[in-house]
């Protein structure tokens, strides 16, 4: 299967500290899938990103927000459990994060307006998913890189062309949480 999702494998299956790890070629297998998954998401941003200057718009929308609070949780979560050595927390919520929340609905949500072939919104609101695509993608690979350098090395060179290991580690930027029900 290769280094990479051993390394992934032995990050999601549970914390070496605590105690052994039973092997499972099917487990290990689903971690190359992960990564799989990882390397789509990064080829559809950069497919969508269609040499656009992508910078950060005067205005996100909510569902841009909404995402950006969901990986600043991420992030902090991340700088709290690696500064203890804990990997296992940080892979399994970053793995349930890629998957179930910006693969499965957020990429799906925007992918109209990113692409904006109808001109049915703004060029804000094309920018606002352009620019939070980006960052969501550059987040996940940074908290990864830790738990799985090679591969995020390779996706961050490909398509940033810098070397993901001399970036600085993120830091959960400062945005107002997002309400989708109004209070009364």
Not at 140 to 159: C, D, G, Q
Not at 165 to 181: D, Y
């Amino acid at each position: 299967y290769g280094a990479e999702p051993f390394r992934l494998w032995c990050a999601v299956e549970g914390n070496l500290a605590e105690g052994d790890l039973r092997i499972s070629f099917q487990r290990i297998e689903g971690a190359g899938k992960t990564i799989n998954k990882l390397w789509n998401v990064a080829k559809f941003v950069e497919m969508i990103n269609e040499n656009k200057k992508i910078t950060k718009p005067k205005h996100l929308t909510a569902s841009d927000v909404w995402i950006i609070n969901e990986i600043n949780s991420l992030i902090s979560l991340a700088d709290d459990s690696y500064g203890k050595y804990d990997f296992y927390r940080p892979a399994v919520a970053i793995k349930h994060f890629l998957w179930e929340t910006f693969a499965s609905h957020y990429i799906e949500m925007v992918k109209s307006r990113a692409y904006n072939n109808n001109k049915t919104f703004t060029d804000d609101e094309q920018m606002s998913a352009l620019y939070t695509l980006n960052y969501c993608l550059d987040v996940i690979l940074k908290l990864l890189a830790p738990v799985i350098p090679y591969i995020t090395e390779t996706i961050y060179r490909h398509f940033r062309n810098k070397n993901i290991h001399e970036e600085t580690f993120p830091k959960a930027s400062k945005i107002a949480k997002q309400k989708f029900t109004s209070e009364k």
